[in-house]
């Protein structure tokens, strides 16, 4: 499809185990973000991607979490040592260009739970 | 930085407008833009306003105030369809880094 994807779109796992998010951007986007929304709270920026730099990783809540982006395509989050307070959707967005004024295109998340 | 806030909850009639909206703390303003989230979905862009004004697009306007630090989203003719999550959106510490605010989830009542 032309959308944004992410995968799994679910992903139940044991505390204190390795989970690997992927984003795959609509084909062109140069810029992908990834956040985190708990059950109806708002959207937590955690990374965003110009190509293939992130220039900015403040938002990463620690050091278990981490991202890449290669080929100015597909990106992985993973978080490692899972604990109880990761469960939440992770969303992923693209756009043409990182910035104020480009439309961010949103895959469906991948809820994580874990147990 | 910048922290934006919202009303956390708005009920409305079905065929009446709504008004939604957002003040932000501002040290670098890039401009504000609008996300629909129904329950369970993705954010879909509505808006951007990078200047002062009213931009309008069918059934949903979004206006900004840079001077009151203030924007709102206007959704007239609402239909059930409207009841969803609004967020307000603007470059936090950066042109790129867009951050969001807590959402208003609007529900549309007969």
């Known amino acids: 499809g032309a959308g944004v994807s992410q995968s799994p779109s679910n992903k139940v796992t044991e505390k204190g185990k390795d989970v690997e998010l992927r984003c795959d951007p609509i084909?062109?986007?140069?810029?992908l973000y990834w956040y985190r929304q708990s059950l109806g709270q708002g959207l937590e920026f955690l990374i965003y991607f110009q190509g293939n730099s992130a220039p900015d990783k403040s938002g990463l809540p620690s050091d278990r979490f981490s991202a890449e982006r290669t080929g100015g395509s597909v990106s992985t989050l993973t978080i490692q040592r899972t604990q109880q307070e990761d469960s939440a959707v992770y969303l992923c967005?693209?756009?043409?260009?990182?910035?104020?004024?480009?439309?961010?295109?949103f895959g469906d998340g991948t809820r994580l739970s874990i147990l | 930085g910048q922290s934006l806030e919202q009303p956390s909850e708005v009920t409305a009639v079905e065929g009446a407008i709504v008004q939604i909206n957002c003040t932000y703390q501002t040290s670098g303003f890039y401009g504000l833009s609008w996300y629909q989230q129904h329950d369970g979905g993705a954010p879909t862009f509505l808006s951007y306003?990078?200047?002062?004004g009213l931009e309008e697009t069918g059934r949903f306007s979004s206006f900004l105030s840079r001077s009151d630090s203030y924007g709102y989203l206007l959704l007239q003719e609402l239909q059930m369809k409207d009841s969803a999550s609004y967020f307000c959106a603007t470059p936090r510490g950066g042109y790129q880094k867009v951050t969001f605010g807590t959402g208003t989830k609007l529900q549309v009542i007969p």
């Open positions: 967005a693209s756009s043409l260009q990182a910035g104020a004024d480009q439309p961010q295109h």
């Open positions: 306003n990078a200047l002062d």
């Open positions: 084909s062109g986007h140069t810029a």
